[in-house]
């Protein structure tokens, strides 16, 4: 099934959702975070603000987004409710306890989103810094 498809398959299922506009995206480590997301123990992300060009359009309240698996097929569909704009350095233990990952402690988010963000801003030019 296309992501279109599964777009409108989800909006016929919900006719309450009268938007065309969703955003489709694959986590870092697709299958298993995508798998996360869809049992319901993913419920919040993480992006890095200094990555994102001019074009490129910031999560908004109220957006949906299709979450995709590795292979790029559609997993669900989400909708943005919150979006905060925070330093790496302080973000919460209650955000890494909903990003669902590993053991859920702000350590864990921490060492993997390090690693993580280290190479998406090496892929950029950039240098990463927590602070």
């Not at 350095?89 to 350590?107: F, I, P």
Request: some cysteine; aromatic content about 12%; proline content about 4%.
């Amino acid at each position: 099934m296309t992501v279109e498809e599964f777009w409108q398959q989800f909006k016929a299922a919900h006719p309450e959702v009268t938007t065309n506009d969703y955003d489709a995206y694959a986590f870092f480590d697709a299958d298993a975070l995508a798998h996360l997301v869809k049992i319901g123990r993913k419920t919040a992300t993480t992006s890095a603000l200094e990555l994102y060009d001019a074009s490129d359009a910031r999560p908004q309240v109220g957006e949906y987004n299709i979450v995709l698996d590795g292979q790029g097929r559609p997993v669900c569909v989400t909708q943005t409710k919150v979006v905060e704009t925070i330093p790496f350095d302080q973000v919460s233990a209650e955000h890494a306890y909903h990003e669902g990952e590993g053991d859920r402690t702000l350590a864990y988010w921490r060492d993997v989103h390090r690693r993580v963000f280290k190479s998406f801003y090496h892929q950029m030019n950039r240098e990463f810094s927590p602070i």
